[in-house]
């Protein structure tokens, strides 16, 4: 059984910095391109970054790059986010995900996911 586990998350003045960490198991982590989301109240799930198999390619979402950095560890089967200068709308749940590295799949998209963690709260205060 596939289990991803975000945490990290929590309350932060604008300004600030956060490091979330998602820990997966049960699945064979070296093989999975993996990526963040997140999601405000009323909003749908958005794309925040996301990250290849070996970690030698690494996307973000619109005015996310240079705030927000994806990084992985595959020995320690860890996917990490640090944001930094957080601002009052980066406000959302965080949300790990997982898919197998083949075929071609839109990335940006929550249908190319097959495995989710729980989510983590970020609420960032101006």
């Known amino acids: 059984q596939v289990q991803l586990a975000e945490s990290g998350g929590g309350p932060v003045q604008a300004g600030g910095s956060l490091r979330l960490s998602c820990a997966a198991a049960?699945?064979?982590?070296?093989?999975?391109?993996m990526a963040w989301f997140r999601q405000a109240p009323g909003k749908e799930r958005e794309f925040v970054a996301a990250i290849t198999w070996g970690g030698g390619r690494k996307s973000y979402g619109e005015g996310l790059k240079g705030r927000f950095s994806i990084s992985r560890d595959n020995d320690k089967n860890m996917l990490f986010l640090q944001m930094n200068n957080l601002k009052p709308e980066d406000t959302a749940v965080y949300y790990c995900a997982g898919t197998p590295a083949y075929g071609g799949k839109d990335y940006y998209s929550v249908d190319a996911y097959d495995y989710w963690g729980q989510g983590t709260q970020v609420t960032v205060s101006s």
């Open positions: 049960g699945l064979t982590f070296r093989s999975h391109h």
